[in-house]
């Protein structure tokens, strides 16, 4: 069966400093990956997606990168964090020409 | 006008009552339906996937899609406490590779 990891659980990083978000997924190959940001009380705001590696887009200008430097690994980055990009991040996954789409435990991510 | 539309709640039943919950859009290329819970700091969880129009039924889940009128339903019979979570729904047009989602019904079953 398909599981996806997500780490850390939990994070508290000051502005202006690095952030690194990691995501893979096991038991499937070729996923399209998703990196989504869910603000206090908000919806699901899409902030990357990859067909494949070295294809990703960018859904929303930000302050925020993503890598997939393997088939089943997503990273989400940033050099230099804001308050704004406090929030529950999440990674989610779907096979190739499926819908629906699995989700990860998320990160939720404060930014002091 | 956001493409879907959901009431965020909160919604309080009293348990082993039916729940009703709802979502409008607008655009009429959408054929895959999707129905997520999220309880309070996890990711959300696949409940019910339909495409097109009809009804499917899972357990106490019931998935309704209306294409005609361009709303969704998601029914919980015999709603527990542990039914209590935001339930967002979700939907995309064929070959496309991202969901729409929308905001999240919060759910709250009594004892």
């Known amino acids: 069966s398909q599981t996806i990891h997500q780490w850390p659980a939990t994070l508290v990083q000051p502005v202006g400093s690095p952030l690194s978000l990691e995501c893979t997924v096991e038991?499937?190959?070729?996923?399209?990956l998703y990196w989504y940001r869910q603000a206090a009380g908000r919806g699901l705001q899409l902030l990357f997606y990859?067909?494949?590696?070295?294809?990703i887009s960018s859904e929303v200008p930000q302050n925020l990168s993503a890598s997939r430097p393997q088939d089943r690994q997503f990273i989400l980055s940033s050099k230099k964090l804001l308050l704004s990009d406090s929030g529950f991040y999440l990674c989610?996954?779907?096979?190739?020409?499926?819908?629906?789409?699995?989700f990860g435990p998320g990160t939720r991510l404060t930014v002091t | 006008q956001k493409e879907v539309e959901q009431d965020p709640g909160p919604l309080s039943v009293p348990e082993g009552a039916i729940v009703s919950l709802n979502c409008t859009y607008s655009?009429?290329?959408?054929?895959?339906f999707m129905w997520y819970r999220q309880y309070s700091r996890k990711g959300p969880e696949l409940l019910m996937y339909?495409?097109?129009?009809g009804n499917k039924e899972d357990g106490r889940f019931t998935a309704q899609v209306d294409k005609s009128s361009k709303y969704i339903s998601l029914f919980i019979r015999d709603s527990q406490p542990s039914d209590s979570a935001t339930y967002l729904c979700?939907?995309?047009?064929?070959?496309?590779?991202?969901?729409?989602f929308g905001t999240g019904t919060r759910l709250l079953v009594s004892p």
């Open positions: 038991g499937t190959s070729n996923p399209n």
């Open positions: 979700a939907m995309s047009r064929t070959g496309f590779q991202k969901l729409v």
């Open positions: 339909t495409y097109s129009s």
């Open positions: 989610a996954w779907t096979g190739t020409g499926g819908s629906e789409q699995y």
């Open positions: 990859s067909i494949g590696i070295d294809q």
């Open positions: 655009n009429s290329a959408f054929q895959y």
